[in-house]
């Protein structure tokens, strides 16, 4: 049962939120504008968010409803629609709605409708369809592409959010009064919050942090992502096939790109250039592709070859390795900083809640900040802001669930039998569901 549970359960409880709070504003512009009389003087608040992800848009999303102004700087030049898929679960799906775009999410989302477990001839070991009343599957009703996601946020968001794109943070002098903020490209400029949503391998947080060789926790464990183009016979089912040596390969269709998503993964590998970071970055997509031939290719599986040969032709690969980040504190003693999403508290990819997470971390964060901020100038007033969005918000990364790499990958080929084995049971008593 602890093998299903880890996969093929988000159970709702994982990640439950102790009580949303209920201080942001309905999404409505009619209902905004009855409590414009209401929207605090804190409003005009300078706030910088640093990362163009999920997390970073987001905000400025849950700000803008609490009537504050964001800027969001973004390394890249261009929102990409591109990695994995990422699905929204428990209360995110509350928050979803909450803004306004169940809807519009939805029409972006994969269709994809169960998880089949495969072997080597792609013949059917287990399956699990989709949980369409609560998502509490291993494919959830609302999965879609975490580029599309962020692209959506960006859609949203631009009208009233000032965007730097093709631009980053070089350099941050933190005071009690502001926080001065130097770019690659752009001016200088002072701001009262600094808000860093960049990811797990934030540069933003090294820059603020002097922990970062303590809270960055790489756990070998390296996903390659990108999509090939679909076929009929791909159906509206995901493939997952294990092989020994610690590796998974995840074929998943998007019906409303017309793309086969694919996800392959690798639990402490052998291969030189996977034994460090170091080595890693400095390799080119072409020799990260070559890695995955390297890794992948006698995996034995009959879709191999048109994977691997969809990956050469492929424009939207990216691969890394997954890490756990561990922060003591979120923010800095000035109170000017703050870390959101998986920044301040990555479980690891593994998990499936990154985005669940920065959903309800920017709710949080949003919240704490309209009840708290009247003098936006107050450095007492946002130390409160941001003690409360942090005590509210650990409550739920607490509960996040990890999942133990041997279970998913298992090294040799007994225990890929033996996984295979134990689904078929759990599959054919009705528990899987």
Not at 49 to 67: C, D, F, T, Y
Not at 71 to 77: F, K, L
Not at 182 to 209: H, M
């Amino acid at each position: 049962l602890r093998t299903q549970t880890i996969l093929f359960s988000h159970s709702s409880s994982n990640l439950m939120l102790q009580s949303l709070p209920n201080n942001l504003p309905p999404s409505t512009e009619e209902d905004q504008r009855s409590l414009a009389t209401t929207t605090p003087s804190g409003k005009d608040l300078r706030i910088l968010i640093a990362g163009g992800g999920i997390a970073g848009p987001s905000l400025a999303i849950q700000l803008h409803r609490a009537g504050f102004k964001s800027t969001v700087v973004e390394r890249a030049p261009t929102m990409k629609s591109i990695g994995q898929n990422v699905d929204i679960r428990d209360q995110a799906r509350t928050i979803i709605k909450e803004m306004g775009l169940w809807d519009l999410v939805q029409s972006q989302a994969t269709q994809e409708e169960g998880t089949h477990i495969v072997d080597e001839h792609d013949k059917i070991v287990a399956s699990q369809a989709v949980d369409r009343k609560n998502g509490n599957s291993t494919t959830s009703d609302m999965e879609i592409p975490r580029g599309e996601l962020a692209r959506l946020f960006y859609d949203v968001s631009k009208n009233h959010t000032e965007y730097i794109l093709g631009d980053y943070i070089t350099a941050i002098e933190e005071s009690a009064k502001c926080v001065k903020v130097q770019f690659k490209n752009a001016p200088p400029r002072e701001f009262d919050l600094l808000v860093c949503a960049d990811g797990v391998g934030s540069k933003t947080r090294k820059l603020a942090f002097n922990a970062e060789s303590n809270v960055y926790r790489p756990l070998d464990f390296w996903s390659a992502y990108f999509s090939i183009p679909f076929q009929t016979y791909d159906g509206t089912w995901s493939r997952w096939f294990n092989s020994y040596k610690g590796r998974f390969l995840w074929l998943r269709p998007d019906l409303t790109q017309k793309r086969m998503r694919v996800c392959l993964s690798v639990s402490h590998p052998t291969h030189p250039s996977m034994r460090s970071q170091a080595t890693f970055a400095k390799l080119t997509t072409d020799e990260r592709k070559k890695i995955c031939h390297d890794v992948f290719a006698d995996v034995g599986w009959k879709q191999i070859d048109r994977i691997l040969d969809g990956m050469d032709a492929t424009d939207d690969f990216y691969m890394s390795e997954a890490a756990q980040i561990k922060m003591p504190k979120w923010s800095t003693e000035n109170g000017r900083i703050v870390l959101l999403g998986d920044a301040a508290h990555c479980t690891t990819q593994l998990s499936g809640g990154g985005t669940t997470l920065a959903l309800i971390g920017s709710y949080n964060l949003a919240g704490s900040l309209m009840q708290h901020i009247t003098d936006p100038r107050s450095v007492d007033e946002l130390r409160m802001a941001l003690s409360s969005y942090e005590q509210e918000h650990r409550k739920v990364v607490d509960q996040a669930d990890t999942l133990p790499q041997s279970l998913i990958c298992p090294q040799s080929k007994w225990g890929v039998a033996l996984m295979r084995t134990t689904l078929k049971v759990l599959d054919r008593t009705g528990v899987l569901g």
